[in-house]
């Protein structure tokens, strides 16, 4: 019998049996791919099978699936979550013939095939892997690189990976494959070795065996190993040995197994990455392989890579087409491929900017050793390899590049060689566990010798090396790791599983329904070592055994127990036991605490390992005991419990803790049984013979022990307190004496057991646990339990301040005396007392208060890794309370002291290093220091809620602190913390990838009908709403900017028109306003600039330019094309054009687009290829043109279609600003003549595209003054024209193009362009724009001018008509903002008629302007200074333009002198727009409008002639568009008056140029929709020189002076500065009130302006801060001084800034003048009835659902609450939420509930005492004192009336107490003697709250004798005993209880 329970006391109980089936399997039979392929690959087999086709399939069929069924393979592991978060279920990889089936799922969660792949050949394997995406190969750290997780399926001759995000990537590989290691760094390949590996011939070079790849479009490179050689020198050489076979992996540590076939020994290596001597050393030493007889070959093998180039099939012999390694011919060596900029080349090697050929992809790795997969007949192997056919072609070789080895292996161990070491002992498993305790071990499973080695390792102290340490073997058949609980599963040769940690057995494993595999103890007998040693011997008797019920067991027993016989037997019969009952064949698939088990019938099944412990009060208590026990003790420990906990029917939860107990004390060597109170824990089932000492058997006649047990137990004291009872007045007394005495006497503990030396320290730790879970209150009644424990171990060592300081706290639990077991004085010698052990028990509530008191602390002790809320909270007081901010800093603090054993590196060290203060964010006062330290540490908003309140206080006062004024910067989890949601959103969508957009509107795009569509659909309504509120402007924008509707062709006919004159009339007035028509895309562009994110599965709508009318009254249509007029040909080409641009504006560069989706666009019709012109240049201008491929820009540009070419060019350089891409210039370059060398072809270039070329070059190289391209364009302003009418029409607009295009290149350099000195820029120009004869051309096109032009007669010199504008211009850019006045001076408009003569009005313009650019400083926004730019010449002169008669006057020349007049103003007008674009300055506006309106009338007057209507024209407009820059974005109403006007002007002068910039302006005022501005930077200034050129076209295909398509070169002026504040609660946009506060500059101080968002900022670096500012929203500053990157992503984001109503705030919109809040109807009646308000209203201020559901169900009378709690609770509230403090709301009912149970003395537990002491004595504190003198406007934090009200309560109940008799209880207590029970828990809430110094400090001040209170004030000044709580004790202590007079 005793046997038996032996056997069944190391059992360990698995659970959850489940049959287990790959859940891939299933899902094949059904996946559709798999009965095709199948079939496809059967279908000649079904037809030799047999002339019934049907049958034969079938059968085959059959066939097929019984082939599979072997082929079929899996892997599990443990569920990974994108998130982070901890998951608990399995993944499953299965693979079967083509197919690889990924899946998830637990029993908790339904299986689910996550991805299913299917590919081309049989699948070999399939792992997962990560793959590190590193930005840059040279940095060594690849700590913070990205991970891509792939999964890699292995085919024979290739290998396919698919990344999670849903890359694919292929490589080919280049030799066979028997096995893909995944790696910590990528993927690990061994080369199968053929047979014939050593060739004939010359001796070679042996072949590397093993290879890395470290991405998918990386190179396959070999693996280097560096060994130690026995002469102590390393060498480093590539891995050959083709003996040596991978068994093993790891990526943590990251290790790789070997093992050496030829000698039988395994070895472990470290993989890491290869140092750059190393490659040295390696790629030496393999080139000095060419010995003389041998250079044939010259490295190892190039020859062979030869005959692939000279085009062989690579199918020659292995040898043959591994082509060396070292000598290959780079295909990739033309200098084209290297400079490939990524911009546009290939798909997914964008994500690799470092793979070795960009463009190409792995090709050229797979040239370099192309080993074949087939091997060849023997025939043509000789012939191969011939001697001669190598050398030749080795001669051929080219220069050769090395391939470089990326990984390495160093040699870490191998394993001792022993004398008999079978040949075939390769370990079939290898797996790393750890023990219980951390020890890790390697263990392998050699199935030839059954056994499992386990080798111990440790890391090195200095972190860098692996320690191996000593072997262990154990008899196994099979072992698998258990890593949740850390120990292992080891399959005995006699088929029991057996549990082990580390190499201690813990137990065998029972499981629930599998028969046990023999009774007999299969170890005491020898048993002969047959070969059949390895077949396990299931019983013959299992069948009958199926459960293990003890009457079948206890038969079989003895009679097993000595029939070695029956062993025999079996071993002869092997057929006869293997169809006996079933038993474990094998075990696999471990993860977390489960594992599968394959029995013999070729099931499985899925059992769970019970955990260590599943409470979390056992698990901490384990935790801790086992940190401070030395190692082996602590397994044994581990173990003893472990097979406690988990033995067959083990315990439930409930009882875990009583388990734990017992088994605990069992160690520590008590007896149980005998102690009263663990006597009375109730176990499920007697579980005393596992835990219990033998025990004598009991006698038949019974003892005494059984009455007192009897006496001890619930059912006695039930009895006892019976009210019969009491009336037959039993007296129970004098038993339960002689009981005490009697159970005292014979108690002592057994000093043999395994931790009774120990007892002090683990009673230590436990304390340190009980002080830990104080801090939980969540944990209460674990804290109870673990007091009865502590208070036992306290008493039995005499440690009287222990249980004194567990009375105070628990007085209802710890009674004053209680059963003591004795410990004999020999024995407490064995007792180990630990360093760290105090005798004055740690309190962390008694340190808080002693920090709060501003007394000095001693380090407070605490247990790394187990007691982490102790150190939080110390370590925030120390930062918070004493204001020591190094107290959070990494070195250790001296406010913590850390308990460890000294000898042990613990695991916690390592974890402290985790939590380093992060010093990105900003912090300026403790408390946010403490709340950023505090989210470091991983602290949340949930962890503060389960502190106490006393405790959490100062926590939540720094909070509040931040609350109210955070930095904008913090991280998302600070933001979180101190509960500003609207922060923490707007941090997390900083992290965002730009396409996810809080504002897009949800406008589905296909609702709307074809004739709806005028492009502008797609406009956030919600915000244009709020920004124009008042009016409907917006409406009329659309209205007037859309060209999809027909136009009203209102025509008269009067009565002498006959109706075909009249046709002809109304026609040519639709001629007239399509002219305004066509103009109006570009307009419309900019107004829906970046509004969409287009859906990637539909092309772009753009909508159609409608170019017909309808005439009133009969709405006929008129038509253009009907033939009765003339229309100029290609008029709409370039509208069209224009058309496409603004439907390609429209896509935000946030937009989800690629190369495919551009394509996709492309139109069907011939007729639209304008428009998807325009459109690849507004992707271009958008940014997106950068992912189309070269090979559809190389497409595009081949169609040789004029206005592609201009799109492409111009976008590609514009998307490449200024970056001097190579490959875009060469694109560019084409293009342009002047830039190809002189011998060049010439091409047919049109003239337009050269001109966009042109300005292309200006784009890419903006602001670099690149020399050459300087000089080029230099040349080219003034290029003359050619012989043969080359270069002679619209030489104009070619000439601006070159000196914008200069302007550019030397944007703002001014005078230091280094290294031009010599080209003479600014004098050039100079002679450019005032004339002169043609200098000398130097340079390359010499030859090209020789002959003028046959057409065009120029003579010498230069035609300043042609190159004035472009030199103008590219002065002004290059001196742009230098205020350089000598050449300023150079621009002044002459002052003489003579001078004036010679220059073109127009050009005044020109020149006004760019003086003004270069003087950028002067510009002043009044209408002083634009006159003062007028000569005096012409002030004086020129003619008021409202005067009748004209002056007569002979020399002057009055149409000069006015023409230059307005020319000149408007020149000005135009810098005043450039000087304060998008600035909405509000004098620039008063002073532009003041024109406008002048030109206006100046239209209209009489002598308008004079100047010319058109010149006039041309001024309103250049005024228009600089008023329209000045207002840019803002949509202000009275310059949309004047567009809208200006609209209706269709007739006269108006001209297709006119509506165009009319209608730009119109654009330019609504930019993006109010979401865009223009910027002023120096880029900005010549994007829009270029755009709003101030020479209109005259009609739509004019592009004689300036390139049309150059105007929307606005977008890269425009930069997004619209602030929307959203509603963090409601997600919706809202106004907020800002203060902006502007940087002092030399025209005005720093200024704060106060701005109504939504709205646009001023430019950001004119800004110091920007701050939301109260009452109704929560503060938030945004500091630009650091920085504007902030900003900046905000803003680009479509500038979302969250917000968050303030309680009791309603948002502007609902309340605009702010009367409806709730704080101003209180102040209105501020009496008492305010405060209780009702509690309906309380929704109008918090969203709070806890809040609102508190209103409801405690501030309503209901029968149970009273009238005065309810007003308590209504004030509450009101307080809480007007304070903005709901946090608080717990806190202050706690305390309520607190005062009202003490003064119904039903205290059993002090801790809320202790909390409210404490925050009494916080806002007593002087760090909180100090805070109030230094931020006396802040909140109130806890209300100031409150407080005193509780200390006063709580004072008055205990002095009540004390006059009702508790005086004598105190008296007693301060002389030791035991009191009445009933008084005991007022005592303790006494001695708490009066904090009455412990009984044992009380004698070592000598109160004897003491005859008046200062004296007693003296004593006690030591023991910092509080004055108030003296004077209650002196009438006790003094023992004269008279009145006390002071």
């Given amino acids: 019998m005793s046997n038996f329970y032996e056997e069944r006391a190391t059992m360990i109980a698995a659970g959850d049996l489940q049959e287990f089936v790959p859940f891939g399997r299933d899902h094949c039979k059904h996946h559709p791919n798999a009965l095709n392929l199948q079939l496809r690959q059967l279908q000649p087999a079904s037809e030799l099978w047999s002339s019934d086709g049907a049958a034969g399939l079938v059968g085959s069929l059959q066939e097929v699936t019984i082939h599979e069924k072997q082929k079929e393979s899996w892997q599990l592991r443990k569920g990974v979550s994108e998130i982070g978060e901890e998951v608990d279920y399995d993944e499953e990889l299965y693979v079967a013939g083509n197919m690889v089936i990924w899946s998830k799922g637990s029993k908790s969660q339904a299986l689910a095939v996550y991805k299913a792949f299917t590919v081309d050949s049989p699948v070999q394997q399939a792992l997962w892997c990560d793959f590190i995406i590193s930005q840059d190969k040279s940095e060594r750290d690849y700590s913070s690189d990205e991970v891509e997780k792939c999964i890699c399926i292995l085919q024979s001759s290739c290998i396919n990976m698919h990344s999670i995000e849903g890359k694919d990537y292929i490589a080919s590989l280049p030799f066979q494959v028997t096995s893909v290691w995944p790696t910590k760094y990528g993927l690990l390949f ?972 492309k139109p069907k019709h011939a007729e639209l290829a304008n428009e998807y012109a325009g459109f690849l240049m507004a992707l271009g201008l958008n940014g997106h043109l950068t992912k189309l491929a070269t090979l559809n820009i190389h497409d595009y540009l081949t169609k040789g279609h004029e206005m592609t070419s201009i799109g492409l060019l111009l976008g590609v350089s514009a998307a490449k600003l200024g970056t001097m891409d190579m490959s875009i210039t060469r694109l560019l370059s084409i293009h342009i003549p002047a830039l190809l060398p002189p011998t060049s072809t010439e091409l047919d270039v049109p003239h337009n595209v050269q001109v966009a070329a042109v300005v292309g070059i200006g784009l890419i190289y903006q602001g670099t003054a690149h020399r050459h391209t300087a000089e080029v364009l230099l040349a080219e302003i003034g290029r003359p024209p050619g012989p043969e009418m080359e270069y002679c029409t619209d030489r104009e607009s070619y000439s601006l193009a070159a000196g914008l295009a200069l302007g550019m290149v030397c944007l703002g350099h001014g005078s230091n362009l280094i290294g031009m000195s010599d080209l003479n820029v600014p004098e050039q120009l100079y002679q450019y724009m005032v004339g002169g004869h043609r200098r000398f051309q130097a340079g390359m096109h010499r030859e090209k001018h020789k002959s003028p032009s046959y057409q065009i007669k120029e003579g010498d010199t230069i035609n300043v008509d042609v190159t004035c504008p472009g030199a103008t211009l590219a002065l002004a850019m290059i001196y742009l903002k230098t205020n350089n006045r000598s050449i300023a001076d150079w621009l002044r408009a002459p002052d003489t008629m003579y001078l004036l003569d010679f220059v073109k009005p127009e050009f005044l313009l020109l020149r006004t302007l760019a003086r003004c650019l270069i003087l950028w400083d002067d510009i002043l926004p009044n209408s002083k200074w634009v006159d003062s730019n007028v000569p005096q010449i012409i002030r004086e002169n020129s003619i008021s333009l409202s005067e009748i008669e004209l002056p007569c006057s002979e020399d002057l020349n009055l149409e000069t002198l006015s023409q230059a007049h307005v020319y000149i103003i408007a020149g000005a007008c135009l810098s005043l727009g450039f000087r304060f674009a998008g600035s909405e300055n509000l004098s620039a506006f008063n002073c532009l409008h003041k024109f406008a309106k002048d030109f206006m009338t100046y239209l209209s007057a009489p002598n308008a002639s004079v100047t010319g209507p058109y010149n006039l024209e041309t001024c309103l407009s250049v005024v228009l568009l600089s008023l329209a820059m000045v207002m840019a974005g803002s949509g202000n109403l009275k310059v949309l008056q004047l567009c809208r006007f200006l609209h209706m002007k269709t007739g006269g002068e108006m001209n297709y140029g006119f509506h165009l910039a009319h209608h730009m302006a119109l654009g330019l005022l609504f930019l993006g929709g109010g979401r865009y501005s223009l910027s002023t930077s120096n880029s900005s200034i010549a994007a829009l020189l270029c755009a709003l050129y101030p020479h209109f076209p005259a009609h739509s295909t004019d592009n004689r002076y300036h390139l049309q398509a150059l105007r929307h070169l606005y977008v890269l002026a425009a930069e997004p500065r619209l602030l929307v504040p959203v509603d963090v609660d409601t997600n919706t946009p809202c106004y907020a009130l800002l203060e902006v506060t502007y940087k002092g500059t030399q025209w005005y101080e720093q200024t704060k302006e106060e701005l109504m968002a939504p709205t646009l900022l001023p430019e950001l670096h004119l800004l110091k801060q920007i701050k939301v500012k109260g009452p109704r929203y929560w503060e938030l500053l945004i500091d630009l001084s650091k920085g504007t990157q902030h900003l900046k992503s905000i803003l680009s984001k479509d500038g979302v800034l969250y917000v968050k109503l303030r309680a009791g705030q309603l948002s502007y919109k609902e309340d605009p003048m702010g009367w409806q809040s709730l704080l101003a109807q209180t102040v209105a009646n501020r009496n008492s009835e305010a405060r209780a308000f009702k509690p309906e209203t309380i929704s109008a201020f918090t969203s709070d659902p806890a809040l609102l559901s508190f209103a409801e169900y405690f501030c309503k009378p209901t029968v149970n609450m009273g009238q005065e709690i309810l007003d308590l609770f209504s004030s509450v509230l009101y307080e809480c939420v007007t304070q903005e403090t709901p946090e608080m709301l717990p806190a202050y009912i706690a305390m309520d509930q607190a005062v009202r149970r003490l003064g119904r003395s039903e205290m059993s537990e002090t801790s809320e005492l202790w909390q409210i002491k404490l925050v009494l004595e916080f806002f007593s504190s002087r760090s909180h004192q100090e805070r109030l003198q230094n931020h006396p406007k802040r909140g109130l934090f806890m209300n100031s009336e409150f407080l005193p009200v509780v200390k006063c309560t709580i004072d008055n109940t205990l002095d009540q107490w004390l006059q009702a008799g508790g005086d004598g209880c105190v008296h007693s207590y301060l002389n030791g003697q035991p009191c009445e029970g009933s008084q005991l828990s007022m005592l303790a809430c006494f001695l708490v709250y009066h904090s009455v110094p412990a009984l044992r400090h009380l004698p070592s001040i000598g109160l004897e004798g003491s005859t008046s209170f200062a004296e007693l004030l003296f004593k006690f000044k030591q023991l910092k005993m509080p004055v108030r709580a003296l004077l209650r004790l002196a009438p006790l202590l003094l023992g004269n209880p008279q009145p006390m007079v002071m």
């Fill in 190 to 1161: 061994e080369r199968s070795s053929s047979s014939h590996e050593v060739p004939p011939g010359p001796p070679r070079e042996p072949l590397p065996t093993m290879f890395s790849m470290l991405h998918p479009l990386d190179e396959i490179t070999p693996l280097v190993c560096k060994s130690g050689s026995l002469f102590g020198s390393s060498r480093v050489q590539y891995v050959v040995d083709h003996t040596m076979k991978i068994v093993f992996l790891d990526t943590d540590p990251s290790i790789v197994m070997t093992y050496d076939s030829v000698q039988g020994l395994h070895s472990v290596w470290a993989l890491r990455r290869v140092k750059t001597e190393e490659e040295n050393v390696v790629l030496k030493f393999s080139e000095q392989g060419g010995t003389p007889q041998n250079v044939a070959t010259s490295s190892s093998l190039t020859a062979h890579l030869r005959s692939l180039s000279k085009g062989d099939s690579p199918v020659a012999s292995p040898f043959q087409n591994y082509s060396s390694i070292h000598s290959q011919s780079r295909s990739t060596s033309s200098p084209s491929l290297h400079s490939r900029s990524p911009s546009i080349s290939n798909m997914a090697a964008l994500s690799r900017a470092h793979s070795p050929a960009l463009g190409v992809h792995s090709f050229s790795g797979v040239q370099r050793f192309n080993l074949s997969s087939h091997n060849q007949s023997p025939k043509r192997h000789s012939i191969s390899h011939s001697p001669n056919s190598n050398s030749n072609g080795s001669f051929l070789a080219p220069e050769t590049e090395p391939i470089v080895p990326e990984l390495c292996i160093d040699h870490l161990w191998t394993e001792t060689i022993t004398n008999i070491r079978e040949k075939n002992s390769q370990a079939s498993k290898v797996f790393i566990t750890s023990d219980l305790c951390g020890q890790k071990f390697l263990c392998f499973l050699v199935e030839s010798q059954l056994q499992l080695r386990c080798v111990k390792f440790q890391e090195s102290n200095d972190k860098t090396q692996l320690i191996f340490g000593s072997v262990t073997n154990i008899q196994a058949k099979d072992a698998a790791p258990v890593e949740k609980i850390d120990t292992m599963l080891v399959l005995e040769g006699s088929g029991n599983l057996v549990l082990y940690t580390g190499v201690v057995r813990v137990g065998k494993v029972f499981i629930p329904g599998l028969p046990a595999p023999s009774l007999t103890m299969s170890n005491t007998m020898p048993r002969p070592s047959t070969p059949l040693d390895s077949v396990s011997t299931p019983n013959p008797l299992s069948k009958l055994l199926g459960s293990l019920d003890e009457a079948v067991l206890l038969s079989p027993v003895p009679e097993l127990r000595d029939s070695s016989k029956l062993h025999d037997s079996l071993y002869n019969e092997d057929c006869t036991f293997q169809q006996l009952g079933t038993y474990i064949h094998s075990i696999r698939d471990p993860v977390c605490n489960r594992v599968t088990l394959e029995l013999s019938n070729g099931s499985m099944v899925r059992i769970t390992i019970p955990e260590i412990a599943t409470s979390e009060l056992v698990q901490t208590c384990l935790q801790a005991i086992k940190f401070i026990l030395p190692k082996e003790i602590a397994v044994q420990m581990l173990v003893k419990w472990y097979s406690v906990h988990s033995a067959p029917g083990g315990p439930s939860y409930h009882s875990e803790w009583n388990l734990f107990v017992t088994c605990l004390m069992n160690m520590m060597g008590y007896n149980t049984d005998r102690l009263a109170w663990t006597r009375n824990f109730d176990f499920e089932g007697s579980l005393s013979p596992v835990i219990a000492p033998k025990k004598a058997r009991p006698s038949e006649t019974g003892s005494d022990d059984d009455w007192e047990y009897l006496l001890n137990s619930d059912y006695h004291q039930n009895v006892e307190s019976h009210l019969l009872n009491r009336s037959l007045c039993l007296s129970p007394l004098e038993v339960s004496q002689v009981k005490d005495e009697d159970f005292s006497r014979n108690l002592s503990l057994d000093s043999s057991t395994l931790l009774f030396t120990h007892i002090p320290a683990v009673f230590f730790v436990l304390h340190l646990v009980y002080e830990e879970l104080k801090l939980n209150t969540l944990m209460g009644e674990g804290i109870r339990s673990l007091v009865e424990l502590l208070v036992q171990l306290a008493r039995d060592l005499k440690l009287e301040a222990y249980v004194d300081h567990y009375y105070r706290d628990y007085p209802a639990l710890v009674r004053t005396t209680g059963q003591v077991c004795t410990v004999d004085h020999g024995q407490t010698g064995f007792m180990h007392h630990p360093s760290f052990f105090t005798s004055e028990p740690p309190s962390i509530y008694q340190w808080v208060s002693s920090c709060l008191k501003g007394e000095g602390v001693p380090p407070y002790p605490y247990l790394p890794g187990i007691c982490e809320r102790s150190r939080l909270v110390v370590l925030s007081i120390a930062l918070y309370i004493l204001g020591d901010e190094s107290s959070v800093s990494d070195e250790p603090s001296q406010y913590l002291s850390r308990i460890s054993i000294a000898p042990q590196k613990s695991q916690a060290e390592q974890e402290e290093n985790r939590f380093s203060f992060r010093h990105s964010t900003s912090v300026s006062s403790l408390a946010e220091r403490l709340v950023v330290w505090m989210t470091n540490v991983g602290f949340t908003l949930r962890d503060l809620e389960t502190l106490p309140f006393g405790i959490a206080l100062p926590i939540r006062d720094a909070i509040y602190h931040c609350r109210e004024q955070p930095a904008s910067d913090w991280p998302e989890a600070v933001c979180l913390l101190i509960g500003r949601q609207d922060l923490s959103k707007q941090a997390c969508e900083g992290n965002l990838p730009k396409g996810t957009s809080v504002l897009s509107s949800d406008v589905p795009s296909g609702t709307e009908t074809e004739e709806e569509d005028d492009g502008m659909n797609d406009m956030n309504q919600e915000v244009m709403s709020l920004i124009w509120s008042e009016d409907l402007r917006v409406q009329d924008v659309r209205r007037l900017l859309q060209s999809a509707h027909p136009v009203r062709v209102n025509v008269v006919q009067y009565p002498e028109l006959s109706d075909h004159e009249f046709i002809e009339e109304k026609e040519n007035r639709l001629l007239q306003l399509c002219q305004r028509t066509m103009a109006l895309p570009v307009g419309r562009g900019m107004f829906t600039l970046f509004s969409y994110h287009p859906v990637p599965t539909e092309p772009l709508p753009i909508p159609k330019l409608n170019l017909t009318g309808r005439a009133p009254p009969r709405n006929t249509t008129v038509d253009l094309n009907s033939g009765n007029i003339d229309v100029p040909p290609n008029m709409t080409s370039w509208a069209s054009f224009h058309n496409g641009v603004a439907a390609g504006l429209k896509i935000a560069p946030a937009s989800q687009i690629d190369s495919a989706w551009i394509v996709y666009n």
